[in-house]
């Protein structure tokens, strides 16, 4: 019972983590599970899929109810994370993982790098990231008015995020998010929001071959999926009240976090 | 951008979805402390659903949760048509049949020959 207990904290932990960001908590619940309880990695990476899903609902449930989500573009963008997702899948066997997480952490520092440089402007500088309450919030419900831009660019850049998704066996709201911020111009909670609803679909691409092949245990996988919807729903609450700035400044970290572990796993470390 | 036309019925899809996943999964997973076994371990699902009791419940519910993104873009899909939006339409439905191919692709590959 008491590790039933402290797998469904992790999933509440994982769940909130993931919704407040925008990630689906894949980055925390295949370390807690391989390195906490001593689950196979196949296991865990499988257990994980399930996981992003119900952060995805769970999370996306508050969000598309409450307006805060672009639909439009989740399934515009998903189309590609799932294309991308299929092909990683398949060209997984053929490339060198080392090369593949060196060059997935080069990526990730230059993102962190540009998120900090945008972190830094000057507030009188134009930005998408004005999120009055004005009459032109499209839903009348705080959800800030903006047009997306280099819509193209940001579907080959899915493509790459479900491509490297299904290679490397991370979720692709680690790149989805700061796509949409910094390339089409979405203000960074709308970011976060949008990425809750289409991180769901493309793990899902992943997700039904592990369950149908046998790689989730469902006494391990209840208590983590169950702990998940209710952090996740804790999470997506908690994202509204947060300010823009803090959620950049926590992904930002993240994002540094992920980096230093693909890096260590590109030059042979053990993360 | 946030169309609350689409944005409704997909968030009831999500909300109704996530309960009925979660309820099924909470009951199997309390049935499966109450019998107070350990369970089968790593099960192919269709085995899982077939052996019954606690864990095919837990399968089950596993299922509605993988199943409940499927939902959304047919429910999206239908929305984008009523509306005329092609390319926005034409968008979730070829996420939806890449989504419908990999799930058969999974039950094929893991059927019982």
Do not use: K
């Amino acid at each position: 019972m008491s590790i039933d207990l402290l797998l469904a904290l992790s999933g509440v932990l994982a769940g909130a983590f993931g919704a407040l960001l925008g990630l689906g908590g894949g980055i925390l619940i295949v370390p807690i599970l391989t390195l906490g309880f001593d689950v196979p990695l196949t296991t865990a990476v499988g257990t994980s899929l399930v996981c992003v899903i119900a952060t995805s609902t769970g999370a996306a449930a508050f969000n598309v109810r409450a307006g805060l989500a672009d639909v439009r573009l989740a399934i515009t963008l998903g189309a590609g994370t799932v294309v991308g997702a299929m092909i990683g899948a398949v060209i997984a066997g053929f490339l060198p993982e080392r090369m593949l997480a060196g060059l997935f952490s080069a990526l990730l520092l230059y993102t962190a790098y540009t998120m900090i440089r945008g972190l830094r402007r000057p507030a009188s500088a134009p930005s998408n990231d004005d999120e009055g309450d004005g009459p032109s919030s499209p839903s009348g419900r705080g959800a800030p008015s903006y047009r997306s831009h280099r819509l193209p660019l940001a579907i080959s850049g899915s493509v790459l995020a479900g491509n490297v998704s299904g290679l490397l066996g991370v979720g692709g709201g680690i790149i989805m998010v700061p796509l949409m911020h910094l390339v089409m111009g979405a203000p960074m909670r709308i970011s976060i929001t949008t990425s809750n609803v289409m991180i769901g679909i493309t793990a899902a691409a992943g997700a039904y071959a592990y369950l149908f092949r046998g790689d989730i245990d469902p006494r391990l996988a209840a208590p983590v999926v169950l702990g998940v919807v209710v952090g996740a729903a804790f999470g997506a609450a908690m994202s509204r009240r947060l300010r823009t700035g803090w959620l950049a400044v926590l992904f930002v970290v993240v994002v540094l976090y992920v980096a230093a572990q693909m890096g260590l796993r590109a030059i042979g470390g053990s993360a | 951008m946030i169309d609350d036309r689409l944005g409704s019925p997909i968030a009831r899809v999500l909300r109704g979805g996530t309960l009925v996943a979660v309820t099924v999964v909470a009951v199997g997973y309390v049935l499966g402390l109450i019998t107070g076994d350990d369970g089968p371990g790593t099960t192919p699902l269709l085995a899982l659903l077939a052996s019954g009791g606690a864990d095919a419940l837990i399968g089950a519910g596993l299922l509605v949760l993988t199943l409940v993104p499927l939902a959304v873009l047919a429910v999206a899909a239908i929305g984008l048509a009523r509306s005329a939006e092609r390319s926005d339409m034409v968008a979730s439905l070829l996420t939806l049949a890449l989504l419908v191919a990999s799930l058969a692709t999974a039950i094929l590959v893991s059927a019982p020959a």
